[in-house]
């Protein structure tokens, strides 16, 4: 089955403890992304990969770091998480970027919680 | 800066009831813009692309309709049904930036 994993799905943790999101898609998709949903806010992107070893900033991405080394996996990692990390995470992956209409694939989310 | 303004934030129905769902934009140079539904927490999952070109699009009860030159695009909803109790998530992107500008959604619920 074609699908984004995410793990862990649920974490709670405190403020200043490294944490990884791992994600992973078996659907051979060189864009890949992270959001973060927020009350009120929508989605906001906080990094992109456009393929292996290409990552780039989306709007928010302060506090977070991403790696890209396999083309499946694109770990989004909180190296000191603050209280305003608290947030629900999503990953998705596409054959392509935005602007070439490609459907995106969303995992099914990671809720964040730093105390 | 592009925007994606959507209403309303949040609609109550009858099921049976048809509706419509609006989203404005000012994203530019336009490329495509999506519909997606999201159930509460979970991932959102596409319903329609369109490009410029295209003025409808339909996926079974959902027909997506889009005018370029108001910048405008509505969600229509056939025969309401209490799964399509979800939030509705209008996305627009253009060309050249690579990135999605998403909408805030509207929250549709359906009552029996």
């Known amino acids: 089955e074609a699908q984004v994993t995410q793990n862990p799905r649920y974490l709670i943790t405190v403020t200043g403890k490294k944490l990884t999101v791992t994600c992973s898609q078996n659907?051979?998709?060189?864009?890949m992304s992270w959001y973060r949903q927020d009350p009120g806010l929508g989605l906001r992107q906080i990094y992109y990969?456009?393929?292996?070893?290409?990552?780039d900033k989306g709007d928010v991405p302060e506090g977070y770091k991403v790696s890209r080394k396999e083309k499946r996996n694109f770990p989004l990692i909180l190296e000191s998480p603050s209280p305003n990390q608290t947030s629900l995470y999503f990953c998705?992956?596409?054959?392509?970027?935005?602007?070439?209409?490609?459907?995106?694939?969303f995992g099914p989310g990671t809720r964040l919680t730093v105390l | 800066k592009n925007q994606v303004e959507q209403s309303p934030q949040s609609l109550i129905i009858l099921e049976g009831k048809n509706c419509t769902l609006q989203?404005?934009?000012?994203?530019?140079?336009?490329?495509?813009l999506r519909w997606y539904k999201q159930d509460t927490g979970r991932g959102p999952v596409s319903l329609t692309i369109?490009?410029?070109?295209?003025n409808t699009k339909s996926n079974g009860r959902y027909t997506a309709t889009l005018d370029a030159d108001t910048k405008q695009s509505s969600l229509h909803i056939t025969a309401s049904q209490l799964s399509d109790s979800a939030s509705y998530i209008c996305?627009?992107?253009?060309?050249?930036?690579?990135?999605?500008?998403f909408g805030t959604g509207t929250r549709l619920t359906i009552i029996p």
């Open positions: 998705a992956s596409s054959l392509g970027s935005g602007g070439t209409g490609n459907e995106q694939f």
């Open positions: 659907m051979n998709h060189e864009y």
């Open positions: 990969s456009m393929n292996v070893e290409v990552t």
């Open positions: 989203c404005n934009y000012t994203v530019s140079p336009f490329s495509n």
């Open positions: 369109m490009t410029f070109s295209e």
């Open positions: 996305v627009v992107s253009d060309f050249g930036n690579e990135k999605l500008t």
